[in-house]
């Protein structure tokens, strides 16, 4: 039977034990040409712990995050509601944030580990308590092509990855040919055109013909977040219907801003930045019929298996850029698991596969 009331009204009365906690470095190069950095916050209590990762792009927020140790008062007898509450009064930055969606992301991370901690602590899975089954992930894999821009990162994965598919990040060097290069292998489920990032790295300045090379080359993909540029704006209303949004959700309030309303958008549960937004905004999508898909954010431990387990419960079926780790390699091994993922949630807590 499946529970009733709000998703969040299912977890919100968790207890919760934190007697410590601790943060563990991660670091790796990945395909789009950067070293990433993360941290897990592993909470402890009650003969377990619980474990988020927090994704902040920039490493000297990592570095600062790391510095500092675990110097916030955590420790109590919670429910995660209260807990929620407690955490939204610290200051959890020991430096102020480079960027401002990243103070989002420090939230996540903190709630998650929390959550996975009350469940160990109450002996249950996720998906029991919120009434849902886990189902096969499908999944896409989020690349770029480099500078300059070739096909072979793409030829490349196909190889030792036939059936693989695609969410390319499209950049005004694309060339006629190596789009039509790019179209020909029908590997290419969306289009990332980054027209709502300001100040990345991977911002995109608008470029009508580009849009229109594009449009006319992928005739059937998804178009993420297009610019607001009214030439492009003009390109893009007749296949409104394919238009998807992720780097302006930041929670419901950004959903139901659109206008018009979404077929589908991208919830990052980082970028929602909490249990219960991210929850809230679960529930309304499945109430207004909003398809949905999952997104990472190069994750290097325990938050790829989580977003992964989220996407088995509310979108296992969509476009998921929640693709293994590897496929974030400059060089993918041979051996990864391919789409559909099982649905390897583990018998209790927040965690999915090998997580520990």
Known sequence: MTPSGSLWSRVAGLPLTIEGYTLERLEQDVSSGFTRVSTVIRLQGAGTDGIGEEVTYDAEDQDALQAAGPALPLAGEWTLESFCAHL???ELWPQPALRPASVLYRVWAYESAALDLALRQAGVPLHEVLGRAPRPVRFVVSLRLGEPPSLEPLTDRLERYPGLQ???????????ELIDAIAATGAVESLDLKGRYVGSIVDVAADPRQYRL????????????????????????????????????????????????????NVKPSRVGGVKPLLDVYDHCDAHGIAMYGGGQFELGCGRGQIQYLASLFHPDGPNDVAPGGFNDPQPPAGLPESPLPALVQPTGFRWGEDA
Not at 166 to 176: H, M, Y
Not at 218 to 237: G, N, S
């Open 214 to 265: 594009l449009l006319d080359a992928f005739p059937d993909a998804w178009l993420e977040d297009p610019h607001d540029d009214p030439r492009v704006q003009a390109l893009i209303a007749p296949v409104q219907d394919r238009v998807t949004w992720d780097a302006i959700i930041h929670g419901l309030d950004d959903i139901l801003a659109l206008d018009p309303a979404p077929k589908m958008v």
């Open 166 to 176: 695609f969410k390319l990040d499209p950049t005004n060097d694309w060339t006629p």
């Open 88 to 90: 939204r009064g610290l």
